[in-house]
């Protein structure tokens, strides 16, 4: 009797102590619960703040927004008006000028003025007729332009080695053929329709220079062929070339610290000249660890250096440069050929923002430019792209004035 009643406590006991214990886990699950829903009362209340916010926060920047909107027209509308008070203010400096234009510029100024271009036919002998020009030409070319887009492409014809260059004397109507990376040939014809017609470059008048030239970077400037040259172990020289006499006039040394190509594409050219509105141009790298490109302004008479300028264009992936304006232009490639494009824009006058700066790609063709050379009095550029001559007519816009 004694062992059952022993067995009926202990079992007894183990009910009850069972009970308590899941009683317990039961209060500790509740009192969870009761917290999690606590929270999640605050979460909700919390978004609703947020959202509450939110709707103020987009209120008034809509607010904002309009009232910028309305700022944005006013200032526009100012704007065209002070563009249209400019323009009636140039109108009258131009009648004023006109009116009391100095009498060593009369004869040509009115011939500039009726015939709406520059006269290229003009005969060249007297020193006074020459003088006159250039005081003429020096008050009429300060231009405010940069490239706005390319307007057309013509694809003149294929001649020569898939390097090389072609330019036209904004002077004359004469067309300069340098056919490969270097040479003592230059090839003249008389007008680009007479290249377009000859057969290959016979038929043109060969000029024989005293020594050669180097990299398809020469100009062709004011009757005056300026290239590079270079010998081993020499100093980097920019040579002038009188076309019409056939000698050398002036030959200018050119000290860098190493030869370095300006162009990583093009490795043949150690330094680039460039003609434009505003007279000659040359880029150049001073070293090999100079990342971007160097701009000299150099007197076309004698060829000083008038002050030089870092582009802050890089030399990596560039191709070839030209010079509009006082602007320069580098154009980039990828070493597979692939589309070019101006990619960086340097003005030497501050005139051209970033904002402003053109994106401009050249239409797809045959490989990469060797050269690319800017003819002012036609706003074109004659290219040089895998021995085809092509040349890319340019839209041009007002530079921003800031």
Same mark, same amino acid.
């Given at each position: 009797?004694?062992?059952?009643?022993?067995?009926?406590?202990?079992?007894?006991?183990?009910?009850?102590?069972?009970?308590?214990?899941?009683?317990?886990?039961?209060?500790?699950?509740?009192?969870?619960?009761?917290?999690?829903?606590?929270?999640?009362?605050?979460?909700?209340?919390?978004?609703?703040?947020?959202?509450?916010?939110?709707?103020?926060?987009?209120?008034?920047?809509?607010?904002?927004?309009?009232?910028?909107?309305?700022?944005?027209?006013?200032?526009?509308?100012?704007?065209?008006?002070?563009?249209?008070?400019?323009?009636?203010?140039?109108?009258?400096?131009?009648?004023?000028?006109?009116?009391?234009?100095?009498?060593?510029?009369?004869?040509?100024?009115?011939?500039?003025?009726?015939?709406?271009?520059?006269?290229?036919?003009?005969?060249?002998?007297? +020193?006074?007729?020459? &003088?006159?020009?250039?005081?003429? #030409?020096?008050?009429? $070319?300060?231009? !405010?332009?940069? @490239? /706005?887009?390319?307007?057309?492409?013509?694809?003149?014809?294929?001649?020569?080695?898939?390097?090389?260059?072609?330019?036209?004397?904004?002077?004359?109507?004469?067309?300069?053929?340098?056919?490969?990376?270097?040479?003592?040939?230059?090839?003249?014809?008389?007008?680009?329709?007479?290249?377009?017609?000859?057969?290959?470059?016979?038929?043109?008048?060969?000029?024989?220079?005293?020594?050669?030239?180097?990299?398809?970077?020469?100009?062709?400037?004011?009757?005056?062929?300026?290239?590079?040259?270079? +010998?081993?172990?020499? &100093?980097?020289?920019?040579?002038? #070339?009188?076309?019409? $006499?056939?000698? !050398?006039?002036? @030959? /200018?040394?050119?000290?860098?610290?190493?030869?370095?190509?300006?162009?990583?594409?093009?490795?043949?050219?150690?330094?680039?000249?460039?003609?434009?509105?505003?007279?000659?141009?040359?880029?150049?790298?001073?070293?090999?660890?100079?990342?971007?490109?160097?701009?000299?302004?150099?007197?076309?008479?004698?060829?000083?250096?008038?002050?030089?300028?870092?582009?802050?264009?890089?030399?990596?992936?560039?191709?070839?440069?030209?010079?509009?304006?006082?602007?320069?232009?580098?154009?980039?490639?990828?070493?597979?050929?692939?589309?070019?494009?101006?990619?960086?824009?340097?003005?030497?006058?501050?005139? !051209?923002?970033?904002?402003?700066?053109?994106?401009?790609?050249?239409?797809?063709?045959?490989?990469?430019?060797?050269?690319?050379?800017?003819?002012?009095?036609?706003?074109?550029?004659?290219?040089?792209?895998?021995?085809?001559?092509?040349?890319?007519?340019?839209?041009?816009?007002?530079?921003?004035?800031?």
């Amino acid at each position: 009797m004694k062992p059952a009643l022993v067995l009926l406590l202990c079992t007894v006991w183990t009910f009850s102590g069972a009970q308590y214990y899941y009683q317990g886990l039961m209060d500790y699950l509740e009192n969870r619960l009761l917290a999690i829903e606590d929270r999640m009362h605050l979460w909700h209340e919390q978004t609703h703040r947020y959202h509450t916010e939110l709707q103020d926060f987009k209120k008034l920047s809509a607010e904002a927004v309009d009232a910028l909107g309305k700022e944005h027209a006013m200032l526009f509308k100012d704007l065209e008006g002070a563009v249209v008070k400019v323009d009636r203010v140039e109108r009258e400096m131009d009648y004023v000028e006109t009116q009391t234009s100095p009498r060593a510029c009369v004869n040509k100024a009115d011939k500039v003025v009726e015939q709406g271009e520059w006269s290229l036919k003009e005969s060249r002998g007297e +020193e006074e007729e020459e &003088e006159d020009w250039e005081e003429l #030409y020096s008050r009429v $070319s300060d231009c !405010v332009e940069i @490239i /706005a887009g390319i307007r057309s492409v013509k694809i003149l014809k294929r001649v020569g080695s898939p390097k090389g260059m072609w330019t036209r004397d904004p002077r004359s109507s004469k067309v300069y053929v340098f056919n490969g990376t270097s040479g003592d040939t230059v090839f003249q014809f008389n007008s680009v329709r007479d290249f377009s017609n000859s057969s290959g470059v016979t038929g043109s008048r060969q000029i024989k220079l005293p020594d050669d030239w180097r990299g398809p970077g020469s100009a062709v400037y004011n009757d005056h062929l300026y290239y590079i040259k270079h +010998e081993a172990d020499a &100093e980097v020289q920019v040579v002038k #070339y009188d076309l019409m $006499s056939g000698s !050398v006039t002036d @030959i /200018a040394m050119f000290p860098l610290d190493n030869l370095a190509t300006v162009y990583s594409l093009n490795p043949e050219i150690i330094a680039d000249l460039a003609a434009d509105d505003e007279g000659l141009w040359l880029l150049y790298a001073s070293s090999d660890n100079e990342p971007n490109i160097n701009l000299a302004k150099m007197d076309p008479a004698t060829l000083d250096i008038e002050q030089i300028w870092d582009t802050r264009c890089p030399r990596e992936n560039a191709e070839a440069a030209f010079v509009v304006c006082g602007t320069i232009y580098v154009v980039y490639n990828t070493r597979l050929a692939s589309r070019s494009r101006v990619q960086c824009v340097f003005d030497v006058n501050d005139m !051209v923002i970033s904002q402003e700066a053109p994106l401009i790609y050249f239409p797809r063709r045959y490989g990469a430019h060797a050269s690319l050379k800017y003819n002012p009095e036609e706003r074109q550029l004659y290219g040089w792209d895998d021995g085809y001559q092509i040349i890319y007519r340019l839209t041009m816009k007002r530079k921003l004035l800031v």
